[in-house]
């Protein structure tokens, strides 16, 4: 990624985790009567739980360390597919969704305010 | 995969469920009906399976995002022994006068259509919630 602010990198990362997290609902749903199916669920690797214990990130640097994690698909330690728990999650990242949508739609509007010497319109 | 691909899991969920309730339905729609010489209409069942389900291993095993299974179905004919219902008059019955009605259960097979509206369901709420978010991820950015 070029030289982005690092909110919106942030942002980004956390908007395709959402994505993929809907995807793997999706997954979990259309699979629910397949032979030998286990279910799926996402998961961010040890890189992320290594940064965690530095704590939050409050520098440019460490809000873009925290960027380039990507998050994994594993198969659950519940292997059963339940369609109402499945759909409850789902549309829970879906609220997620939305909300870091806004986030972004936000931090957008204040680079583009930056952009016109803070002159509206 | 993109967002755009999740709609194609739901896609592939719906047909699995629809592939069900042909079979289901053609059941129901058969359950009295006869051939001669006591031939008999074969139960349908379906057989649904995905590319990544048979190496499925422990909790934990990564897998790839961009290849997400998708279920596929497959229509079998189920190796069911016929009913035979004693009914000398019936054009079909063999020479004691027993008629072979196929070995469909009935109560099974409504159970069946209840999972399949739920199943159907559930895939068609998917795709639409992923429609509405991707309806709003086109929207960004519009507000000025």
Sequence with gaps: MLNVDPVLALLSRALDAAALRQSVHATNIANVD???YKRLEVV???ELQRLNAEGPA????????????EPEVVESAETRVR????????AEN???????LGAIDRTLGTLRYAARDGREG | MGMFGILDIS???MDVQQARLEAAASNIANART???????YK????VVRSAIAQEMGAAGTPIDTANLPLPTAEVVTQDVAPKLVYDPGHPDADERGMVSLPGVDPVSSMLDLISISRGYEANLRAFDITRSLLQRTLDLGKNR
């Design chain 1, 44 to 46: 961010y690797s040890a």
């Design chain 1, 34 to 36: 397949t032979e030998g």
């Design chain 2, 43 to 46: 139960p349908l069942t379906v």
């Design chain 2, 34 to 40: 006869t051939g001669e010489n006591g031939a008999v």
């Design chain 1, 83 to 90: 369609l109402d728990t499945e759909m409850a999650q789902m």
């Design chain 1, 58 to 69: 409050l520098d440019t640097e460490q809000a873009l360390q925290w960027s380039q994690i």
């Design chain 2, 11 to 13: 896609s592939a969920g």
């Design chain 1, 94 to 100: 879906a609220v997620r969704y939305q909300a870091l």
